[in-house]
């Protein structure tokens, strides 16, 4: 059971997202064979998480190279990324989206199966950027005008009233470079809401550490701060970036339990949470090719999630 190797193994000297040498590792990133809704043949080398004392981001290193990530996601299943009951997020944007009547045309980064866009008014022009095939012909049957598999692709003229870039950042090795690019399709006036986790969650930094479960998947390897995008915005003609802390979902008592007690397990001892849940599977039958490593997934335990809105000065 080979784990695909990461370009490289060496720390890292400065920090991936502002180039600070201030960085502290939190720990080991246990391995996954989960990626974008598909159980892998090799799991995914987990790397460190580490914590950069300038912008307060934190980022998983070693990463793998770019089109390795890219080819893992274009064999993505279709609804992976999308589950819109329920979350608090999507309804704050939505409604930001729905009180501006100078809005009338929407991209969304990364749409998955265009759940999100569908769910804005009919008025609204809906484009979507999905790297998956599967969820780019799903969001296409929803009325979503898909441009191209990603930012870098997009026609330049192309310009929008507001971006969206939902659980997305988190993806990429170089938020810098796709920010950049994004700004560059913001019409005057116009936002970009980027919703994604918190880096400065302190359970997260001080306690659960390099095994939280929002880093703890395989696709997860990047975690920008309100800071670090404060100091991105400087000199792009952008309002100063704002965030909302708040918590992915909404969640019954019971599931707050189960999510609970799988996070402290992970914490515990991460092969035990596998070996648990193997065995559930086992009892429950569940198809193969079935998962070897498991991690937990836990959305809506803590105020962990962030919307940064920055808006584009006219
Ligand atoms: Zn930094």
Same mark, same amino acid.
Do not use: M, N, Q
């Given at each position: 059971m080979m784990p695909i190797a990461p370009a490289t193994r060496r720390d890292p000297d400065?920090?991936?997202?502002?180039?600070?040498?201030?960085i502290r590792c939190l720990g080991t990133v246990p391995d996954s064979d989960y990626f974008a809704g598909r159980v892998l043949q090799h799991p995914i080398h987990g790397g460190h998480l580490w914590i950069c004392d300038c912008c307060e981001s934190m980022f998983r290193h070693p990463v793998l190279p770019a089109s390795v990530y890219l080819d893992l996601y274009s064999q993505g299943?279709?609804?992976?990324?999308?589950?819109? +009951?329920?979350?608090h997020d999507l309804a704050i944007i939505r409604s930001s989206i729905g009180q501006n !009547? $100078?809005?009338?045309r929407v991209l969304d980064v990364g749409?998955?199966?265009?759940e999100f866009l569908s769910t804005?008014?009919?008025k609204i022009a809906k484009y979507g950027i999905e790297p998956s095939l599967a969820a780019a012909t799903a969001a296409r049957n929803r009325g979503?005008?898909?441009?191209?598999?990603?930012v870098a692709q997009l026609p330049p003229q192309e310009t929008f009233d507001v971006i969206t870039l939902i659980d997305v950042i988190?993806?990429?090795?170089e938020p810098g470079e796709l920010l950049d690019r994004v700004r560059a399709h913001l019409a005057p006036g116009g936002c970009l809401f980027i919703a994604t986790g918190d880096a400065r969650n302190v359970l997260w930094r001080r306690?659960?550490?390099?095994?939280?479960w929002y880093s703890s998947? +395989?696709?997860?390897?990047t975690f920008p701060s309100l800071r670090y995008f404060r100091m991105w915005h !400087? $000199?792009?003609?952008?309002q100063e970036p704002t965030a909302v802390r708040l918590k992915y979902r909404q969640m019954p008592l019971w599931k707050v339990a189960i999510y609970l007690a799988s996070q402290l397990a992970y914490l515990a001892s991460p092969p035990l949470l596998s070996w648990t849940a193997r065995a559930i599977e086992r009892l429950r039958g569940?198809?193969?090719?079935?998962?070897r490593f498991f991690s937990p997934g836990a959305p809506?335990?803590?105020?962990?999630h962030q919307i940064v809105t920055i808006q584009r000065l006219p």
């Open positions: 400065r920090c991936r997202l502002c180039g600070d040498g201030r299943t279709s609804g992976e990324w999308t589950a819109d +009951a329920g979350r !009547h $100078g809005h009338s749409c998955g199966d265009g804005l008014p009919a979503v005008s898909i441009l191209a598999p990603t988190e993806h990429v090795a306690v659960f550490r390099s095994r939280f998947f +395989a696709e997860h390897i !400087h $000199g792009k003609g952008l569940a198809p193969r090719p079935r998962r809506g335990l803590f105020t962990d």
